[in-house]
């Protein structure tokens, strides 16, 4: 329910869908695209005030806030941000969101809150991402935000993993007052905020002061520890814990096992491309410290996000030629238009239907290019995708020293495997309730893309949230499984 119903408001609708459109402003390509800063300009206050009044305020329920994973109170929200009580916007973001400063910057805006904006019929969406991290980011500056804390009822939750999913985890329990504790296979906590997402789409300072906030609220953060190898779920129990959250991602890098020369020097998995790209190294595990090797020419394979993610990295490491192989047509591209479109203003190109079939070693042992073959679009496939077929003899040579395999990303079925009746599915994906996290083993729980496999930093955050309360629950009722 909305705080402000848009039926309380006599606001002249017409005159707000009308007024001036002004679009975000980002740094230039040619500037941004030679160093690791943020793209998107922060709003001022008065560009926040304005943009905020363009919101018609729909009746409640708006659609912005139905098309919203966490639900949002967009609507209030845009009413007090454009009164100027940016401190209470906050506050409204903070009920119903975990990590609201990430989400405004990271979630894809026009396929959720703004893609629902009614304004998208003939005129043009507000602009609710950005607003959401202006309103958290200014009260964050001025006055701080805490976790508000429950009086301790002494209960210890393990939580497996500190990404988005553990993280909406952990606030929750936190507000219920239970005791958290991460284990956590990095160095740091974040998971892909930090060894994923690139410092220009999240500076890592938003992270750094979101994760200030869980240490002040009094979690432990253990590092550095892989559950099903240093410990197991069974070792958690018997340490007192007393329910176990498993947050730990689908993070294993995809291969191109039947590919001749992924072996070669020069050829990197996107995971480790961006992490050694993007990450101080005081953050990296020891294995990863060695600087990335990254030539003139650089190839990245794949077309998702994170093959943008990979080619605007390669250009901001200074390679001079960047093109991203996709076997189908931009069509059938996964990934958003937004990073593609910022990709190419940064220099980057595209060669479509095209499939890499060789990585070729030059004289001296390391990548020099890869041989590709010309594709074709057959016919759809179960999901409608036109499978790409090759074109006979149409065999190519594409010069370049480095190669990214952006390909996609497998779950680890490493815990399936070392926790008895813990059910997993499709190599390894925990099976649990979307709703409320329960898994197949007692006092086990689990979401976000471990469960769903790779999706989104708010969706795996939601479902953190939700187990949470499952949680609660369970701990009010049961005696330790
Ligand atoms: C390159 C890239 C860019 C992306 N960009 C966006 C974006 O712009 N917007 C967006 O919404 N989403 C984006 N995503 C997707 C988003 O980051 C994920 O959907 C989200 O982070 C999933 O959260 P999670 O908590 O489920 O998993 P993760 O973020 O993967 O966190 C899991 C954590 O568990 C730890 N872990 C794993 N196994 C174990 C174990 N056995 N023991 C202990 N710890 C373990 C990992 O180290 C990690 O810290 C991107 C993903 C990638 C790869
Ligand atoms: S969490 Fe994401 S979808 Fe929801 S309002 Fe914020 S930016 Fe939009």
């Given at each position: 329910m909305q705080l402000i119903p848009g039926e309380t408001l006599t606001i002249d609708r017409k005159a707000r869908a009308n007024s001036p459109f002004y679009d975000l402003e980002l740094r230039p390509p040619e500037v941004r695209a030679c160093d690791?800063?943020?793209?998107?300009?922060?709003?001022?206050?008065?560009?926040?005030?304005?943009?905020?009044?363009?919101?018609?305020?729909?009746?409640?329920p708006a659609p912005c806030m139905l098309a919203c994973p966490t639900h949002n109170d967009i609507p209030s929200a845009m009413w007090l941000i454009e009164q100027g009580h940016f401190s209470e916007a906050a506050n409204l973001y903070h009920q119903t969101s975990s990590l609201p400063e990430i989400c405004g910057r990271v979630c894809p805006h026009e396929a959720l809150c703004q893609g629902s904006c009614v304004l998208n019929k003939n005129h043009t969406p507000v602009l609710t991402g950005e607003l959401e991290s202006f309103a958290v980011d200014y009260q964050r500056r001025r006055e701080g935000h805490a976790i508000p804390l429950a009086p301790p009822t002494g209960k210890r939750v393990a939580i497996i993993g500190a990404g988005p999913a553990g993280l909406g985890c952990a606030d929750q329990l936190l507000q219920s007052g239970h005791e958290v504790t991460f284990f956590e296979s990095k160095p740091s906590a974040g998971g892909l905020l930090v060894y994923g997402i690139p410092n220009f789409k999240l500076p890592?300072?938003?992270?750094?002061?979101?994760?200030?906030?869980f240490e002040r609220a009094g979690v432990t953060f253990i590092p550095n520890t892989y559950i099903g190898k240093n410990k197991t779920i069974d070792d958690l129990f018997t340490d007192g814990f007393e329910a176990v959250f498993i947050g730990v991602g689908s993070g294993i890098d995809a291969k191109m096992e039947d590919t001749p020369g992924t072996d070669l020097p020069g050829v990197y998995e996107a995971t480790d491309f961006l992490i050694r790209g993007n990450v101080d190294p005081s953050l990296l595990p020891t294995s990863m410290r060695q600087p990335l090797e990254v030539g003139k020419r650089v190839v990245v394979i794949g077309g998702g996000d994170t093959a943008s993610d990979c080619l605007r990295t390669a250009l901001r490491l200074g390679s001079e030629e960047v093109t991203c192989?996709?076997?189908?047509?931009e069509k059938e591209m996964p990934g958003g238009k937004k990073d593609r479109v910022m990709a190419s203003e940064e220099g980057a190109n595209y060669r479509f239907l095209t499939q890499p079939v060789k990585f070729l070693p030059g004289d001296d042992g390391k990548l020099a290019a890869v041989e590709c073959l010309e594709m074709k679009l057959g016919e759809p496939d179960k999901k409608g995708r036109r499978k790409?077929?090759?074109?006979?003899?149409?065999?190519?040579?594409?010069?370049?020293?480095?190669?990214v395999l952006a390909l996609g990303y497998w779950p680890d079925p490493i815990l399936g495997k070392t926790t008895p009746d813990l059910e997993t599915h499709d190599w390894g994906l925990v099976t649990a309730d979307k709703n409320t996290g329960i898994t197949s083993r007692a006092g086990v729980f689990s979401g976000g893309d471990c469960v769903t496999g790779p999706d989104l930093v708010v969706t795996a955050m939601v479902a953190g949230r939700k187990a949470a309360w499952t949680i609660d629950e369970y701990l009010k009722t049961s005696s330790k499984p």
């Amino acid at each position: 329910m909305q705080l402000i119903p848009g039926e309380t408001l006599t606001i002249d609708r017409k005159a707000r869908a009308n007024s001036p459109f002004y679009d975000l402003e980002l740094r230039p390509p040619e500037v941004r695209a030679c160093d690791f800063e943020a793209v998107v300009i922060d709003f001022s206050p008065e560009r926040a005030m304005a943009e905020a009044s363009r919101c018609i305020h729909c009746p409640d329920p708006a659609p912005c806030m139905l098309a919203c994973p966490t639900h949002n109170d967009i609507p209030s929200a845009m009413w007090l941000i454009e009164q100027g009580h940016f401190s209470e916007a906050a506050n409204l973001y903070h009920q119903t969101s975990s990590l609201p400063e990430i989400c405004g910057r990271v979630c894809p805006h026009e396929a959720l809150c703004q893609g629902s904006c009614v304004l998208n019929k003939n005129h043009t969406p507000v602009l609710t991402g950005e607003l959401e991290s202006f309103a958290v980011d200014y009260q964050r500056r001025r006055e701080g935000h805490a976790i508000p804390l429950a009086p301790p009822t002494g209960k210890r939750v393990a939580i497996i993993g500190a990404g988005p999913a553990g993280l909406g985890c952990a606030d929750q329990l936190l507000q219920s007052g239970h005791e958290v504790t991460f284990f956590e296979s990095k160095p740091s906590a974040g998971g892909l905020l930090v060894y994923g997402i690139p410092n220009f789409k999240l500076p890592k300072h938003v992270w750094m002061e979101k994760w200030e906030e869980f240490e002040r609220a009094g979690v432990t953060f253990i590092p550095n520890t892989y559950i099903g190898k240093n410990k197991t779920i069974d070792d958690l129990f018997t340490d007192g814990f007393e329910a176990v959250f498993i947050g730990v991602g689908s993070g294993i890098d995809a291969k191109m096992e039947d590919t001749p020369g992924t072996d070669l020097p020069g050829v990197y998995e996107a995971t480790d491309f961006l992490i050694r790209g993007n990450v101080d190294p005081s953050l990296l595990p020891t294995s990863m410290r060695q600087p990335l090797e990254v030539g003139k020419r650089v190839v990245v394979i794949g077309g998702g996000d994170t093959a943008s993610d990979c080619l605007r990295t390669a250009l901001r490491l200074g390679s001079e030629e960047v093109t991203c192989l996709y076997r189908r047509t931009e069509k059938e591209m996964p990934g958003g238009k937004k990073d593609r479109v910022m990709a190419s203003e940064e220099g980057a190109n595209y060669r479509f239907l095209t499939q890499p079939v060789k990585f070729l070693p030059g004289d001296d042992g390391k990548l020099a290019a890869v041989e590709c073959l010309e594709m074709k679009l057959g016919e759809p496939d179960k999901k409608g995708r036109r499978k790409p077929v090759p074109v006979e003899g149409s065999n190519f040579i594409v010069e370049c020293d480095t190669a990214v395999l952006a390909l996609g990303y497998w779950p680890d079925p490493i815990l399936g495997k070392t926790t008895p009746d813990l059910e997993t599915h499709d190599w390894g994906l925990v099976t649990a309730d979307k709703n409320t996290g329960i898994t197949s083993r007692a006092g086990v729980f689990s979401g976000g893309d471990c469960v769903t496999g790779p999706d989104l930093v708010v969706t795996a955050m939601v479902a953190g949230r939700k187990a949470a309360w499952t949680i609660d629950e369970y701990l009010k009722t049961s005696s330790k499984p």
